[in-house]
């Protein structure tokens, strides 16, 4: 299996292109936190490149910028190619399936993106709100509010309570413990 699931902050603003057949793709890196601080009390953090395709690509660059919170699932991928000079280098890289808002829309950084405003307000504008008034929905029903108590038999026992089971073998009524 291979899977792999980060939260981190963006390290720069994602780079997005389209491949020669109109493929969108975007690269970016994230800086993901360590679990435990060094000897010195500083958190440490892994930089982890990236790479999301198609939908999942326009949606990073649409709404993530350097420094946003980002959760991503996906896999792990190596693969190598020659660069300019003949050399062969050797990439390791997370190809994103999922990408998802890991900060709350309050606790956004100083310097968000006009985008990243539009889709708030547009995720603000399609929410939920209460009919008027004089709808039909505001003249529902209203549930009751009567208490109900349940039945009590002669013995002040109430039925189906544990008071009427009786077992087939010896229990102590002090301590609750089987008599053997």
Same mark, same amino acid.
């Given at each position: 299996?291979?899977?792999?699931? !980060?939260?981190?902050? !963006?390290?720069?603003?994602?780079?997005?292109?389209?491949?020669?057949?109109?493929?969108?793709? +975007?690269?970016?890196?994230?800086?993901?936190?360590?679990?435990?601080? =060094?000897?010195?009390? @500083?958190?440490?953090?892994?930089?982890?490149? +990236?790479?999301?395709?198609?939908?999942?690509?326009?949606?990073?660059?649409?709404?993530?910028?350097?420094?946003?919170?980002?959760?991503?699932?996906?896999?792990?991928?190596?693969?190598? %190619?020659?660069?300019?000079?003949?050399?062969?280098? %050797?990439?390791? /890289?997370?190809?994103?399936? /999922?990408?998802?808002? $890991?900060? *709350?829309?309050?606790?956004? #950084?100083?310097? *968000?993106? @006009?985008?990243?405003?539009?889709?708030?307000? $547009?995720?603000?504008?399609?929410? %939920?709100?209460?009919?008027?008034?004089?709808?039909?929905?505001?003249? $529902?029903?209203?549930?009751?509010?009567?208490?109900?108590?349940?039945? /009590?038999?002669?013995?002040? #026992?109430?039925?189906?309570?544990? =008071?009427?089971?009786? !077992?087939?073998?010896?229990?102590?009524? =002090?301590?609750?413990? !089987?008599?053997?």
């Amino acid at each position: 299996m291979n899977k792999v699931i !980060l939260i981190g902050r !963006l390290t720069k603003d994602p780079e997005v292109k389209n491949t020669a057949s109109q493929v969108t793709v +975007c690269r970016f890196s994230i800086a993901v936190d360590r679990r435990f601080k =060094d000897q010195n009390g @500083q958190r440490q953090a892994d930089f982890i490149n +990236c790479v999301a395709w198609r939908q999942t690509a326009n949606f990073i660059s649409s709404y993530f910028h350097k420094g946003s919170k980002i959760a991503v699932v996906g896999s792990i991928q190596t693969r190598t %190619y020659d660069d300019a000079g003949g050399q062969k280098r %050797y990439v390791t /890289e997370v190809v994103v399936d /999922e990408a998802e808002f $890991a900060d *709350s829309s309050n606790s956004g #950084s100083n310097g *968000s993106r @006009q985008n990243n405003d539009n889709y708030n307000n $547009a995720s603000r504008s399609s929410s %939920y709100s209460a009919p008027a008034a004089n709808t039909a929905a505001a003249s $529902a029903p209203t549930a009751p509010n009567k208490q109900i108590a349940p039945d /009590e038999d002669q013995s002040g #026992s109430f039925p189906g309570s544990d =008071d009427d089971i009786s !077992l087939p073998f010896p229990i102590d009524e =002090d301590t609750g413990n !089987l008599i053997f």
